[in-house]
Each structure stands twice: as C-alpha cells, then as structure tokens.
C-alpha cells in the first residue's frame, strides 16, 4: 500500500467535497493562531516570563505569520486558477508551506531577532 496525495486520516471525502470551507478553516486556523500566541505573549509578559515569548511564542509567530504570507499566493493559484485542485492536495500545500517556514525560522530566528532589533536611521 502506497502513499497517495487523495488520502488525508480518512477525512477525504469530507475534505475533498467542500474545498470553500478548507480554504476558510485554513486561514482562519492561522490568524486565530497567531491571536491565541499574542494572548500568552500578554500573558507571559505580565508575569515577567520574558524568556518563554523569546524562545517559544516569539518563533511560533514568526513561523505562523510568514505561513500566512507565503501561503497565500500558492492558494489563489491552486484554488482559483486550477480547477481540478482538492482539499486535501491544498491542505498539504500548507503543511509543507508550515514545515518549510518551521525549519526556516527555526535555523534563522538568531538573525531575524537581530534585523526586526537593528535601530533605524
């Protein structure tokens, strides 16, 4: 038994017959995402646990919100242009959009703290 793009948990009728809902669940996931981790960084920030947003939500945001960026443009392609794209096949656009921008940020998040923190002129 091989792998296969068409199958996602068992799930792939339910995703595969309302590709709308999977777009809309996909970005709503992100954006409620990123509002649940600015809410801890609140959080921890009152409590003066400076060192759990630094090296915990800090990444997880950044990981989320270039996830949001990148993955907008592969959506309006897949989705609008192409006509025979399902869910499932965009649900693992995302997830290799998400791995990738995991891995990215995660070797880099040394550098990205230094740009975001680099004073102005």
Same mark, same amino acid.
């Given at each position: 038994?091989? !792998? %296969?793009?068409?199958? !996602? +948990?068992?799930?792939?009728?339910?995703?595969?017959?309302?590709?709308?809902? $999977?777009?809309?669940?996909? +970005?709503?996931? #992100? $954006?409620?995402?990123?509002?649940?981790?600015?809410?801890?960084?609140?959080?921890?920030? &009152?409590?003066? +646990?400076?060192? @759990?947003?630094?090296? +915990?939500? /800090?990444?997880?945001?950044? @990981?989320?919100?270039?996830? !949001? =960026?990148?993955?907008?443009?592969?959506? #309006?392609?897949?989705?609008?242009?192409? %006509?025979?794209?399902?869910?499932? &096949?965009?649900?693992?656009?995302?997830?290799?959009?998400? =791995?990738?921008?995991?891995?990215?940020?995660?070797?880099?998040? /040394?550098?990205? &703290? &230094?740009? @975001?923190?680099?004073?102005?002129?």
């Amino acid at each position: 038994m091989g !792998f %296969s793009f068409n199958q !996602f +948990f068992g799930l792939e009728h339910v995703l595969n017959a309302q590709p709308d809902l $999977v777009v809309i669940y996909g +970005f709503a996931t #992100i $954006v409620f995402g990123l509002l649940l981790l600015s809410f801890l960084a609140l959080i921890f920030n &009152k409590m003066h +646990f400076n060192a @759990i947003n630094e090296h +915990f939500i /800090a990444p997880l945001m950044w @990981i989320l919100s270039l996830t !949001f =960026v990148v993955a907008v443009v592969p959506t #309006i392609v897949l989705y609008f242009l192409a %006509s025979d794209i399902t869910g499932v &096949k965009l649900i693992y656009c995302w997830i290799a959009i998400l =791995v990738g921008n995991a891995f990215f940020c995660c070797t880099n998040f /040394a550098m990205i &703290k &230094k740009w @975001i923190n680099k004073p102005r002129a």
